[in-house]
């Protein structure tokens, strides 16, 4: 299992970006979905996760309000939104299906990491 992420880039503090994130080969429908980020020097973290169903959604304490997790299975596509942003969402993002229920959500990646999408948020 393994995703490609786009969408990054350079965005100054308050800006926002919007990042998506396609299964390379496989339907996510069936999927949850986690989007995790790792700054320089720190490990990676869980950000915000969506349900298989859609229907959950979890966000860390420091994006919540700011940050929203969606998916379309039309399009076959996860994305997430991030207003709002300040330098400290500085970081590649990555984004995973997750170990869960079909209504839950968390953090156990499944598959292998792909690129990631880098975000600086700087001015």
């Known amino acids: 299992l393994q995703f490609v992420e786009s969408g990054g880039g350079l965005v100054q503090p308050g800006g926002s970006l919007t990042l998506s994130c396609k299964p390379s080969?496989?339907?996510?429908?069936?999927?949850?979905i986690g989007w995790f980020r790792q700054a320089p020097g720190k490990e990676r973290e869980g950000v915000s996760c969506i349900s298989a169903s859609g229907f959950t959604t979890n966000f860390a304490d420091p994006v919540k309000s700011r940050f929203t997790i969606s998916k379309d299975n039309a399009k076959n596509t996860a994305y997430l939104q991030m207003n709002s942003l300040k330098p400290e969402d500085t970081a590649v993002y990555y984004c995973?299906?997750?170990?869960?229920?079909?209504?839950?959500?968390?953090?156990?990646?499944?598959?292998?990491w792909g690129q990631g999408t880098q975000v600086t948020v700087s001015s």
């Open positions: 080969g496989f339907r996510l429908d069936y999927y949850a």
């Open positions: 995973a299906a997750v170990y869960a229920d079909y209504n839950q959500c968390g953090y156990q990646a499944l598959g292998v």
